[in-house]
């Protein structure tokens, strides 16, 4: 087939990884092409869905000046922001992921988060405080968990705006284009096959860079990689990540990387539909249950819901709710909690119960043992250390004792009407494996251990960066700094005419 056109860089995908790519190659002379298989009202894959936060070491406020530009005298009187050092990003990494993350490649995305927050905020992204996700104490505001900004709108306001500027800069998009296979001789690729409606069509150029997503949407992948169950979960984006930039790149010998049989999966409403609703967004997720208890079908806790502040816990619990009798389970609260529920919780679609006793409460939890609750909640609530100060915004070590599944941090007796229950199941987020990459220049390494000439790969096509958990508001941070890097390196690549 020959080819029909040509370009510098083909980017395929159009989520923040892939337009961070086509943003860097475009400023490298680049001409640039993005192929997202989507149509325009649903392009932007994972990205939409996110609160945009993104996580980046600092060390005084004149670093987040650099990159929340509005940011005036006023709001720092009201808010902590405290210092998230290259240290602290280092430590988090290596305790969620057990060690297990790729030191090169943690090195890359911890030392250059900073600058890639910065560069983002220089192109025109205009990045606010995260105050929907911090607590109030004593008049001002306060972080915990390390993730103070996120993108003005959102994901859907990350996208629009980054689909402004690639647009502003030449980049060339097109929608409804799926790329099928890489164009490649057995040593170099040399741009993709790209399928619109019935139309087969070949399209050269000099470098390729996937930034496609995962696999999360295919679940003969997810039973195959990820195991039993995992084709019966909820999906928090759309129905197009179903693993085709991994199964071409694989197809020529690209080198597979990381936690194949882990992934991002979080509390989601039991009845949240197969894939995400852009209209209700991250709205499913159901992440306050640091402030309360989660039981299974059994009625009995099973988690400690405390063990360390929601950023570094979220990611994983799905996968436990997954495990569960039923893979369901209920988040339960009382009065003295419902004000810190986060805005998730509010939401119209949701699968909620509520009683003003816990004997009523018990009966009306779906699929749940009545007296095995009960008994739960008396167990518990004889075991919470009462006597240690309540502080949401910290570790506060209001734990319980005695418990086979004890509770660490945040523990309040459940013994205040009106009670609250919230019923979730699992919900992926994007799959952890991926392509091997050099850390250096994001291009594709082969089964030889040798990098693949005109091929570079970005966002959660990259293998090796998380294993079995994540540091909250670190994949579009990933995202950007590979997608950043992958770009740079494919307009680089281009010839000079």
Partial sequence: MAATERHDVIVVGAGNAAL????AASEGGARVLVLERAPEAERGGNSRFTSASMR???????????????????????????????????????????YRTDPALCETLVTRSFETVRWLAQMGIRFLPRLTHAFESNGRYKFSGGVVTEA??????????????????????????????????????????VKRGETVTEIAAAAVVLACGGFEANPEWRTRY????????????????????LRMALDIGAAPFGNWSGCHSVGWDSNAPEFGDLAVGSGFQKHSYPVGIMVNANGRRFVDEGADLRPYTYAKY?????????????????????????????????????????????VNLEGVDPRGFLAEVRGFNAAVQTAVPFDPAVKDGRGTVGLDVPKSNWANTID??????????????????????DPQTAQVID?????????????????????????????LMSGAVFGRLAGASAAAAVPIA
């Avoid at 990820?226 to 197009?240: I, T």
Wanted: charged content about 25%.
């Fill in 20 to 23: 961070c790519a086509a943003l």
């Fill in 447 to 475: 089964l030889d251990l040798r990098p693949v000439p005109g091929l570079y790969a970005a966002g959660e096509m990259v293998g090796g960066i998380f294993c079995f958990n994540y540091p909250g508001g670190t994949g």
């Fill in 226 to 245: 990820l195991g039993a169950g995992w084709d019966l979960v909820k999906v928090r984006g759309k129905r197009f990540n179903t693993g085709d930039g």
């Fill in 318 to 362: 799905g996968r436990v709710i997954l495990s569960q009798p039923g893979q369901f389970a209920w988040q339960i609260f009382d009065r003295k909690v419902l004000h810190l529920l986060r805005a998730d919780y509010r939401i119209r679609q949701v699968t909620k119960v509520t009683a003003d006793s816990l004997d009523a409460l018990a």
């Fill in 56 to 98: 980046f070491a600092y060390r005084e406020i004149a670093d987040l000046r650099a990159v929340m530009r509005d940011l005036g005298d006023a709001e720092l009187e009201k808010i902590d922001f405290g210092i998230y050092t290259t240290e602290d990003f280092y430590n988090d990494m290596f305790r969620v992921t057990n």
């Fill in 152 to 193: 003005a709108g959102g994901g859907e306001g990350l996208n629009e705006r980054q689909t402004q500027l690639a647009l502003a800069r030449g980049v060339v998009v097109r929608y409804g284009a799926r790329v099928v296979s890489l164009k490649f001789d057995g040593h170099t690729v040399a741009g993709v096959r």
């Fill in 416 to 437: 205040e009407p009106p009670f609250e229950a919230y019923q979730v199941g699992c919900g992926i987020t994007f799959t952890f494996g991926g392509l091997r990459i």
